[in-house]
């Protein structure tokens, strides 16, 4: 007897198109997404919608989004295998978004830590799409039915809440459509937290403290020469403060093992030159960025490709979104009276 075929589970996961991908973004979460594309369902999506609550231009968002496309697949995101698709391309999304915005409530989503933050850091754009950017990423994940989400820590409220979205349609409407997404770590260990050069937080897009894998070895050089560090220790085997331990995070992310036991030992013996430390960090750096730099510049231009890979994923995404706007709008009662 055929033993029956293994149903593979759905994984979705998106990124604005607010600037280039780094090395966090590479070593955090896009890495595992090679390994993850064959495994499980996948959608990964450009959030161009999201990025509107910032107010870009249409062209820095054109670009952006043709940015993005083109360092996803340089790193090594299969078309075939994944749904790789913008996020704008399927309306269905909006949609569902607008059906749960009429679940969610002001109370709840002006409690939510982003928000707060948001309204503190820009009090001339406290926009409506601030307050719900959590419905519209839970519609993101739910109109796929995802099972699994990789989120880091900034965003595991947002998953919360979009499982609070699926849970409470599906209790409003006495249907269990939707499953709660849970949080995806990899091999069953968090995915990698890539500090950035100015000595304290991770790497971000935003931040100004990160490398863009697109970045041509002078720029890497002179930013990593730039990275905080301190006078050096004073005493044998001295805890390193949060600067340094940076650094060796990020040694320790691209460089040999035998590399990070040596400058560890410098260290420790308090003969320590952080100048040299950074000249090899650099150069590691360099050494894993390279590669996807030089595709990154063969796909960029190649309108063409870029525009046929999103075309697929446009496809792809919409037959899952259709099938279950379909059903959201039977279980809310919009039938169609002709």
Request: proline share 5%; aromatic share 8%.
């Amino acid at each position: 007897m055929m033993s029956e075929k293994k149903i593979k589970k759905t994984v979705v996961s998106g990124i604005r198109p607010t600037g280039n991908l780094h090395l966090g973004n590479y070593f955090g979460a896009v890495r595992s997404f090679l390994k993850m594309q064959h495994d499980f369902n996948c959608y990964f999506f450009i959030a161009d919608i999201h990025s509107l609550t910032t107010h870009p231009t249409p062209a820095n968002l054109q670009a952006g989004v043709r940015q993005v496309l083109a360092e996803y697949l340089a790193c090594g995101i299969d078309p075939e295998a994944a749904t790789i698709f913008i996020q704008s391309d399927v309306p269905e999304v909006t949609e569902l978004y607008t059906y749960l915005n009429m679940n969610a409530y002001l109370g709840e989503l002006e409690r939510t830590t982003s928000f707060k933050e948001k309204a503190r850091t820009q009090p001339d754009n406290v926009n409506a799409g601030l307050l719900t950017y959590p419905v519209l990423m839970a519609a993101d994940i739910i109109i796929h039915k995802a099972n699994y989400v990789p989120v880091g820590k900034d965003q595991e409220q947002h998953l919360e809440m979009a499982r609070t979205f699926a849970n409470r349609f599906n209790r409003m409407y006495h249907h269990k459509l939707f499953p709660a997404p849970k949080p995806f770590t990899f091999d069953g260990k968090d995915m990698i937290k890539v500090p950035g050069l100015d000595g304290s937080g991770k790497m971000g897009k935003s931040s100004g403290n990160g490398i863009y894998l697109y970045e041509d070895p002078a720029d890497i050089r002179k930013k990593v020469m730039r990275a905080v560090t301190d006078a050096g220790p004073t005493e044998m085997n001295q805890v390193k403060p949060e600067p340094v331990e940076n650094l060796f995070t990020l040694m320790k992310i691209v460089s040999a093992p035998e590399t990070v036991e040596y400058f560890e030992n410098q260290y420790n013996s308090c003969q320590i030159r952080y100048g040299d430390m950074k000249k090899q960090l650099a150069e590691d750096i360099i050494a894993v960025t390279t590669p996807i730099r030089e595709r990154i510049l063969e796909l960029v231009n190649d309108s063409e490709y870029l525009g046929k890979v999103a075309r697929m994923g446009a496809e792809k995404a919409r037959e899952s979104a259709v099938r279950t706007l379909t059903e959201v709008r039977e279980l809310i009662g919009l039938r169609k009276l002709y």
